[in-house]
């Protein structure tokens, strides 16, 4: 059998956080089927700083029980055409953002999408398994440690 000492074990759930946008605490369903992470975001506003595309949106954390999201803004990287699992196709924003994950921390695209009926927030696909150099052990959940709080310029806003 052969092994990979220079990767990391990861369970099908995981917590992460994404240092640049000031969040921390968020659960994460790590999906190899799926080819790009995906981010929970609503109010999603293109515009332009110093002559670069930009998107601001609200971020969306926590769970269907506690709600909370954050205000956050990232450079714009591209729009991509998306096949959801249920077949319908849907252009998303796409931004590239650091991802950490127990002790590792290195850039993830994520498409912004309405994640509002799904129980996780943050889906990791499969590119930012193969650049992170994880591997999944689906038997196991939260087999790394919470990454520490980032600090952020945005705030965090609770949800009524």
Not at 85 to 114: K, P
Request: include cysteine.
């Amino acid at each position: 059998m052969k092994t990979f000492d220079h990767l990391t074990v990861i369970g099908l759930r995981e917590w992460v956080a994404l240092p640049d946008l000031g969040v921390a605490g968020l659960r994460a369903k790590i999906d190899t089927g799926a080819s790009t992470s995906s981010l929970h975001a609503t109010e999603i506003e293109p515009f332009e700083r110093d002559g670069q595309r930009w998107v601001r949106f609200n971020a969306h954390l926590g769970s269907v029980v506690q709600l909370r999201h954050r205000h956050c803004e990232a450079p714009l990287v591209a729009m991509k055409t998306i096949k959801s699992s249920n077949g319908q196709a849907q252009i998303r924003y796409v931004i590239r953002t650091r991802l950490a994950l127990g002790d590792r921390v290195w850039d993830v695209e994520f498409t912004l999408a309405c994640r509002k009926a799904m129980r996780y927030r943050l889906l990791l696909g499969s590119k930012a398994l193969v650049d992170g150099q994880l591997v999944v052990n689906p038997g196991l959940k939260y087999v790394q440690d919470k990454p520490a709080s980032p600090a952020s310029p945005f705030p965090s806003t609770g949800v009524a």
